[in-house]
C-alpha cells in the first residue's frame, strides 16, 4: 500500500467514524435551545466562526433571515457533543451538524433527491448544491497545497454517486495538515441524502481536538 492509499484509508475511517456517530444519536437526542447564546459557549464561539467562513452569508445557519432551529447533543459514551441548525434556504432544506472536528452539511431529499437523478445528472446537482452553500471568498494560505479543479466542496471530476459513495475534493491533502477548510472538504451520499462535510481545522492546532471535551464549560457550570 503506497502513501496515497494509506491516507485515504485513514481518511475515510474517519469520516465514517463522524458520519456514524451523528447517525448513532436517537430520535428525541437533540434538545432545542430557544436561543443560540444557551449553547455552551466554546461550542457558540467555534460555530459563528466555522460557520460565517465556510458558508455564504445568505445560507449561514447564523443568518437571522433564515431562522435556522439550534439544538445540542450532549456527549453520551459512543456519542460526541453535538450542535444541530435545521433550515431552508436557497430553496435548499438543510441540516447542518456540527461536531467539534467537522461541519457536515445534509440535504433534505424533498429538495434535493440526488437517487433519483441520473448519473451525470447527480455531479451536476451535487456542484450546484456546492457553489450554492459554500464561501468561495475565502483564501487559502495552505502552504504545498494542489488546487482543486472543481467548485469548492466538491471534487473536480466527481465519479458516480451512490449510496454509501464518498469523495474527497482534494485527495492529495491530508487533513491533519490542512490551513484552512476548503483545502478537502468530503461529499458523499448517507441514506439518499447528499451531504458535503467540512474539517474545522486551522493552522494553529495540529491534528483534531477531543470531540468528547466541546461542551465542557456547560458540565462546569461556565457560558
Known amino acids: 500500500?503506497?502513501?496515497?492509499?494509506?491516507?485515504?484509508?485513514?481518511?475515510?475511517?474517519?469520516?465514517?467514524?463522524?458520519?456514524?456517530?451523528?447517525?448513532?444519536?436517537?430520535?428525541?437526542?437533540?434538545?432545542?435551545?430557544?436561543?443560540?447564546?444557551?449553547?455552551?459557549?466554546?461550542?457558540?464561539?467555534?460555530?459563528?466562526?466555522?460557520?460565517?467562513?465556510?458558508?455564504?452569508?445568505d445560507l449561514n445557519p447564523h443568518n437571522e433571515a433564515?431562522?435556522?432551529?439550534?439544538?445540542?447533543?450532549a456527549a453520551t459514551d459512543d456519542t460526541p457533543d453535538l450542535l444541530r441548525h435545521e433550515y431552508a434556504a436557497g430553496g435548499l432544506g438543510l441540516t447542518v451538524t456540527e461536531g467539534r472536528n467537522f461541519v457536515l452539511v445534509q440535504v433534505d431529499r424533498a429538495s434535493l433527491d440526488i437517487l433519483a437523478l441520473c448519473g451525470k445528472d447527480r455531479a451536476a446537482a451535487a456542484r450546484r448544491v456546492a457553489e450554492a452553500i459554500f464561501n468561495t471568498g475565502i483564501e487559502s494560505n495552505t502552504?504545498?497545497?494542489?488546487?482543486?479543479?472543481?467548485?469548492?466542496?466538491?471534487?473536480?471530476?466527481?465519479?458516480?454517486?451512490e449510496e454509501g459513495a464518498t469523495f474527497a475534493s482534494n485527495p492529495a491533502v491530508d487533513p491533519?495538515?490542512?490551513?484552512?477548510?476548503k483545502d478537502r472538504?468530503?461529499?458523499?451520499?448517507?441514506?439518499?441524502?447528499?451531504?458535503?462535510?467540512?474539517?474545522?481545522?486551522?493552522?494553529?492546532?495540529?491534528?483534531?481536538?477531543?470531540?468528547?471535551?466541546?461542551?465542557?464549560?456547560?458540565?462546569?457550570?461556565?457560558?
Open 143 to 161: 502552504v504545498g497545497v494542489p488546487m482543486a479543479s472543481g467548485p469548492v466542496g466538491c471534487p473536480g471530476d466527481m465519479p458516480d454517486l
Open 1 to 57: 500500500m503506497n502513501a496515497q492509499e494509506c491516507l485515504t484509508q485513514e481518511v475515510d475511517a474517519k469520516v465514517a467514524a463522524w458520519l456514524s456517530a451523528v447517525a448513532r444519536v436517537p430520535p428525541g437526542g437533540f434538545t432545542q435551545v430557544a436561543r443560540f447564546d444557551d449553547v455552551p459557549a466554546q461550542a457558540r464561539a467555534d460555530s459563528l466562526y466555522w460557520c460565517d467562513s465556510i458558508f455564504r452569508s
Open 185 to 223: 472538504t468530503e461529499c458523499g451520499v448517507q441514506d439518499g441524502r447528499l451531504y458535503f462535510l467540512c474539517y474545522k481545522k486551522s493552522s494553529q492546532r495540529a491534528g483534531f481536538a477531543n470531540a468528547w471535551q466541546w461542551f465542557d464549560d456547560r458540565k462546569t457550570g461556565v457560558g
Open 66 to 73: 433564515v431562522g435556522a432551529r439550534h439544538a445540542i447533543h
Open 176 to 181: 491533519d495538515l490542512l490551513a484552512c477548510w
